[in-house]
């Protein structure tokens, strides 16, 4: 592994990057790939506190994210596959962007959706539902048959709005 995918596993962002990906737990697995410049999924699980299908479910999470990638080879003598794995963190900058664009993408459809709907809530905050649900069912709760009652979603649509701003900034800086 790079001197340069060495760093980029100290970097914030990439750590909560991968935890986002597959768990708390995966970092353990990260570190001690980043020990070796490669190993098997089995020489990994040995070493950490988890098993050996989790690993690999980790690693698989990695790869898919373009952060890790590997080698199949075969026994020629028992047939066993064996998969030998390293880091690729030169790619997660590009990773965490399409990630962002993702969720910024995510975002403004909700955006359009609380500003396209007027909504009705339930005094006890069992639904939230368009008018066209409220009055299919006489804007009364599905859960407990209380009044439905109109809600302004003007805080829902700026807090919408500001997220999606923070996430076009972060883009911009990268």
């Not at 699980?45 to 952060?67: F, H, I, M, P, T």
Request: proline share 1%; with cysteine; aromatic share 8%.
């Amino acid at each position: 592994m790079s001197d340069f995918s060495q760093g980029k596993l100290d970097d914030s962002a990439v750590k909560e990057f991968i935890k986002r990906i597959s768990g708390e737990e995966a970092i353990e697995v990260v570190e001690e790939l980043k020990e070796r410049d490669e190993a098997t999924d089995e020489e990994i699980a040995e070493n950490v506190s988890s098993d050996l299908n989790y690993v690999r479910k980790v690693l698989y999470q990695l790869y898919n994210k373009g952060l890790a990638e590997y080698t199949r080879s075969r026994n020629s003598k028992t047939g066993w596959v064996t998969y030998t794995w390293w880091l690729e963190l030169e790619n997660a900058d590009s990773a965490l962007e399409n990630e962002k664009e993702g969720i910024m993408e995510d975002l403004k459809e909700r955006l359009k959706y609380e500003q396209n709907n007027m909504f009705y809530l339930c005094p006890d905050n069992h639904s939230k539902l368009t008018f066209e649900e409220a009055s299919d069912i006489n804007f009364e709760c599905p859960e407990c048959g209380k009044t439905l009652q109109h809600s302004e979603n003007e805080k829902a649509i700026k807090e919408l709005k500001n997220q999606i701003e923070m996430i076009r900034n972060d883009l911009e800086n990268i």
